[in-house]
């Protein structure tokens, strides 16, 4: 029959003596001991008297503490000199703005249609905008002029002369077109072809003088070399 526990403190079921052995070194029914009473009077107790210590001057830190708009290593929340408050880690900074487009106006025309800037040009006494409108004048009236600006324009005229050649190189690409439509036409009993053509170089002529006038880029790309060659080639009378 397995033996019972003596007290509710006996929790050790593998040593049935733990209790015998710690009833045996304290004693089960000893008695507590009162406090004893310290009898006599008591007094306080005194600092020895030393020697006093000789005053240290305050330190800088000391010094910046006592005066709170100092340059202190850290400084009071209140001070006036902290004007902004510290960047937030989690609001990311705002990026600066692109500056405003400016907007044309409307109501002007673009840059390339505002008239040339015009001088008098040396050699024949017009005006640069006449000198290179001319050249593309239709009904031999530009091959005339192409040439009497290439005889006697100076090449200072850098743009005179450029238009006065590629004109010259123009019309004599429309001459030997309509030669051939001509010489067709004779074959074929049929003129068709060439009146077609010579109203379409026509519209051409009247549409190339516009552009110029107005200040246009007018550069024929198919005719660019024989126009640089008659540029060239003719010279200028002084």
């Not at 600066?96 to 025309?109: D, E, G, K, W």
């Amino acid at each position: 029959m397995a033996e019972t526990k003596k007290t509710k403190y006996d929790t050790n079921p593998l040593d049935p003596d733990y209790v015998d052995h710690v009833q045996d070194l304290w004693g089960e029914n000893e008695d507590k001991r009162a406090t004893q009473e310290v009898r006599g009077v008591t007094r306080e107790v005194q600092p020895t008297p030393q020697a006093q210590p000789t005053p240290v001057p305050p330190t800088s830190q000391e010094s910046a503490r006592s005066n709170i708009y100092s340059e202190a290593p850290t400084r009071r929340y209140d001070s006036p000199s902290l004007d902004g408050s510290y960047p937030s880690v989690f609001v990311p900074p705002t990026p600066p703005q692109p500056a405003p487009i400016q907007r044309a106006n409307p109501y002007l025309p673009p840059p390339s249609y505002q008239p040339v800037a015009s001088h008098t040009v040396a050699g024949i006494g017009l005006p640069e905008k006449w000198a290179m409108m001319l050249p593309y004048a239709p009904f031999y009236i530009g091959i005339v002029a192409s040439l009497a600006e290439l005889l006697l324009v100076p090449r200072k005229e850098i743009k005179v002369r450029f238009h006065a050649a590629q004109g010259l190189a123009l019309h004599i690409g429309i001459v030997i077109v309509q030669t051939f439509f001509g010489a067709l036409g004779a074959i074929t009993d049929s003129s068709i072809g060439g009146s077609l053509f010579g109203l379409a170089a026509t519209i051409f002529l009247i549409i190339s003088m516009i552009r110029v006038w107005k200040g246009e880029p007018h550069n024929l790309t198919p005719i660019a070399e024989p126009a640089k060659w008659l540029n060239r080639r003719i010279e200028p009378r002084n």
